[in-house]
């Protein structure tokens, strides 16, 4: 069974910044493209970015030039670098495979952004 971990969540004023992690397990890390997504309150979760094994990127519009997803190999983890946040983006974030999400999903990592 996969087992997601995300962390690197809270609390940011408006304009602020944060990074996301997520730990994935050894056995698919190197092997699968993962993504981010998020769900805020009363949505549907919706994905964010993607990257491939290979290290291309894929972002929504709505994320590009503001968020940056990255992937270290050496300690099977995927990452979001999160800049000039929204109270938008406030939601639960959680990372899965890209570009469809098949494994069960983690805990994920609440972001708060106030205004």
């Known amino acids: 069974q996969v087992q997601l971990v995300e962390s690197g969540g809270g609390l940011v004023q408006a304009g602020g910044s944060l990074r996301l992690s997520c730990a994935v397990p050894g056995r698919i890390f190197s092997t699968a493209p993962l993504g981010w997504y998020r769900q805020a309150p009363g949505k549907q979760r919706e994905m964010l970015a993607g990257i491939t094994t290979g290290g291309s990127t894929h972002y929504k519009d709505f994320v590009k030039a503001r968020f940056t997803i990255s992937r270290d190999n050496a300690v099977n983890a995927v990452y979001l670098q999160m800049n000039s946040l929204k109270p938008e983006d406030t939601a639960v974030y959680y990372c899965?495979?890209?570009?469809?999400?098949?494994?069960?999903w983690g805990q994920g990592t609440q972001v708060t952004v106030s205004s």
């Open positions: 899965n495979r890209f570009p469809t999400a098949v494994w069960p």
